[in-house]
Every structure is written in C-alpha cells, then in structure tokens.
C-alpha cells in the first residue's frame, strides 16, 4: 500500500500545469452538468482541447478520439440544449428503446471498430481497455447531448474503467479527477432522474 501512495506522490509531483488547468476544468465541467447548466460545454470543450495534447503524448489514441468526439458533440448538444431563444430548452427525459438500442450500437460498435484501428495502425500497448473506456463514454455523451438521465450511467462505466487505465499511463491527476467524476456522477443520475420524475408529472 505505501508502495502506492509513494508512487501517486511521485505522480503528483511531477503533474504539469497544463494536467492541472485540465482536471479543474473538468471538475468545473461535472458540477455544471450535474446542476443542470448550459455552460458544461464551453467548459467542458476548453477542458477536452487540452486532454487531447496530453492524451495523444501518452499514447492513448483511443481516448483521443473520444475527446475529439466529445469537442463535436458538446457543440451538438449546446445548440440541442438551447435551441433557438425562442423555443424552450429541452426537458431532462429517460431514454426509449430507440435510444437504448442506438446506445448499445455505439458501446459495442464503437469498442470492436477502436480495437481494430487501435491494433492496425498505433503502438497502442492497451488497446482492449482503451477502446472501451472510450466507446462506453462515447455513448454516455451522446445520451447527455440529448439530455438523458442514462447518460450517467454510460459515463460511469467509462469512468470505472479509466482510472486505473490513466494510473497505469501515469497521469495520477486525470485518474484522481475521474474519481471525482465517478463520484459526482452518481449524485447526478440522481438529480437527473428527480428532474426528469417532476417533468413526466408535469406533462401528465
């Protein structure tokens, strides 16, 4: 266990200021989401930018398509969040079967389509892993674009996975931020469903 601790100090210690600006702009990301506002984006986009650098340096490939793909869908999901000014915002639902099929595509289509490149064409030395981690958030944020009380989930399975994934890759500071987004996450499938429990009264 000391063994453990010694290495994470290490880790720590050596965490860069870009790994920092990083993990609090991914924590500024998660309490937004969780609170329901809009500006998990911009936030979320500034934080993913620099994830991309980083990642790509520690030869995550997978992940770096991940935060590609989140760049593109959080610019989705901030205009289908607000839509026009004049249209109301989209209201927190579940997701129906339509949904949780599209969803199972991109988890298993998305883990065999990422191994494959993954194998083919990089150095990848954690391929299986990487590209689940990857395909399982994928799907998570396409669920959250669409404002999904599911999407917690989906990105806790993610989240579950990626961090012993980043403390094997030595990024001690990204696996310490996923904790707290695993953490937060749960709290806010939680709030989520409340929300989407009050608006299905409300419509009925």
Not at 13 to 28: D, F, P, Q, R, S
Not at 31 to 43: E, F, G, I, S
Not at 133 to 151: I, P, Q, Y
Request: one cysteine or more.
């Amino acid at each position: 266990m000391q063994h453990w601790i010694e290495l994470f100090t290490e880790q720590v210690k050596a965490t860069t200021w870009l790994e920092w600006a990083a993990v609090i702009l991914g924590v500024a990301e998660v309490l937004l989401a969780r609170a329901n506002k809009v500006w998990l984006y911009p936030t979320g986009i500034a934080a993913t930018l620099i994830s991309i650098y980083l990642l790509l340096n520690a030869m995550l490939y997978a992940e770096c398509l991940l935060s590609f793909y989140y760049v593109v869908m959080s610019v989705y999901g901030w205009y289908h969040w607000i839509k026009k000014r004049h249209l109301p915002a989209v209201k927190v639902r579940f997701a129906n079967r339509q949904e949780w099929l599209i969803t199972l595509l991109i988890v298993f289509g998305g883990w065999g389509v990422l191994y494959v490149i993954l194998v083919k064409f990089t150095p990848s030395t954690v391929p299986i892993w990487d590209s689940w981690v990857s395909s399982t958030a994928w799907a998570g944020m396409w669920l959250l674009a669409r404002r999904k009380v599911e999407n917690w989930v989906l990105l806790n399975i993610s989240n579950l996975f990626a961090i012993p994934l980043l403390y094997h890759k030595n990024l001690a500071m990204f696996a310490l931020l996923t904790l707290i987004l695993f953490i937060v996450a749960v709290f806010g499938y939680f709030d989520w469903r409340k929300i989407a429990r009050q608006e299905n009264s409300s419509a009925n």
